[in-house]
């Protein structure tokens, strides 16, 4: 069998950013990407899933290019009438955004779980990657602040990441089941490389690794698991990860975020602004330029991403 397909683990603006880089270089059937679910939440009576919304829109290029979450070309009607009616109106959903949460609602109120859903609106959308939301269990990221315990969209958005971070939950992440295709594509044996997107490690990337049996399947595959640093000269490039990291007593660095992942990362994609004092991560360090403006670096980095996880397997 021939390794070729690539698993890549993303959540927030960043990872689906490569993402979208991967998915123009790889045969739609080479790539599927495993989706954060910790983000989701109820919220207007519809159930909301943030990272599988950014990698749809993206996927299908009809993201908004100026936020990154959301859709293009939006209408804000609802927003501006939910608002006269004294309605939440802290989480911005667009006109065109809303019909994808009040069908997503119905159909999983029939019953439908939540990859089938999100295959379904994919394949609508044109699509040719697979997005599989990590599982279609619940689990949901929690944060501790001064103030107790948080749902993630309240600390994210209504609170824009103000509060301090004391620890982090992901509830349900132990009893949730990693989605069957994820753990058959990586117990396939065709894998030809994880990668972990420059998601901020804590909230996108951790909820999926949280899940029982995620580490051991990710180790099982066989394949090289090269992440690219979300940090850039010590600074988050979008969201709260530097300041998670320091409120969490770690150091907000590239070589801080590969600590985090521990022993399962076999690359480290880090960007010359890091490259100084990176040291020894555990990992085979790969220097590039990270920063993802234009569609030219997204594919570049995961050309540079995949090309390090396919020099790793020579050496296996
Ligand atoms: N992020 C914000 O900072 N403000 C918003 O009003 C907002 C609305 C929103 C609506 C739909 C959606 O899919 C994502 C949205 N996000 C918003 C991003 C969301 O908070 C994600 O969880 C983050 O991208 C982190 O993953």
Redesign the pocket.
């Known amino acids: 069998m021939s390794r070729r397909l690539v698993v890549a683990l993303s ?3 960043g990872g689906a950013k490569l993402a979208l880089g991967l998915s123009l270089i790889l045969p739609g059937d080479e790539l599927l990407v495993v989706a ?1 679910t910790g ?1 989701d939440f109820e919220h207007l009576g519809l159930i ?7 990698l749809t ?1 993206v996927l299908a290029g009809i993201d908004n290019p100026v ?4 859709r293009r070309d939006e209408t804000w009607s609802f927003m501006d009438s939910i608002g006269a009616l004294g309605g939440e109106d ?5 006109d065109r ?1 809303l019909a994808l ?1 009040v069908e997503r609602s119905r159909r999983l109120r029939l019953g439908q779980s939540l990859s089938e859903v999100t295959s379904d609106i994919c394949r609508r959308l044109g699509i040719g990657a697979r997005i599989v939301p990590m599982s279609d269990d619940r689990v949901r990221t929690r944060l501790r602040s001064e103030a107790g315990w948080i749902d ?2 309240d600390y ?2 209504r609170q ?1 990441c103000r509060p301090v971070v004391h620890e982090l939950a992901f509830d349900g992440a132990t009893s949730a089941r990693p989605h069957a295709d994820i753990v058959a594509a990586l117990r396939s044996n065709e894998v030809r490389a994880v990668i972990i997107c420059p ?2 490690p804590f ?2 990337i951790e909820p999926i690794l949280a899940m029982s049996g995620m580490r051991d399947a990710i180790e099982a595959s066989g394949a090289p698991v090269v992440a690219v640093s979300p940090i850039i000269g010590g600074k988050a490039v979008k ?1 709260p990860t530097a300041k998670m990291m320091r409120e969490l007593g770690l150091e907000a660095s590239a070589a801080g975020v590969a600590t985090r992942y521990g022993d399962l990362l076999d690359g480290y994609i880090v960007d010359h602004a890091d490259a100084d004092g990176i040291g020894d991560v555990g990992a085979r360090v790969t220097i590039a330029r990270t920063l993802m403006r234009s569609l030219p670096d997204r594919e570049m980095l995961a050309r540079v991403t995949l090309d390090a996880a396919d020099a790793l397997a020579l050496l296996r």
Do not use: C
């Open positions: 959540g927030g603006v954060n983000d909301i899933s943030p990272d599988i919304d950014t829109y936020t990154g979450w959301g802290w989480f911005r959903l667009g955004d949460h993630f969209q994210f958005v824009q998601s901020n909230i996108s969201g």
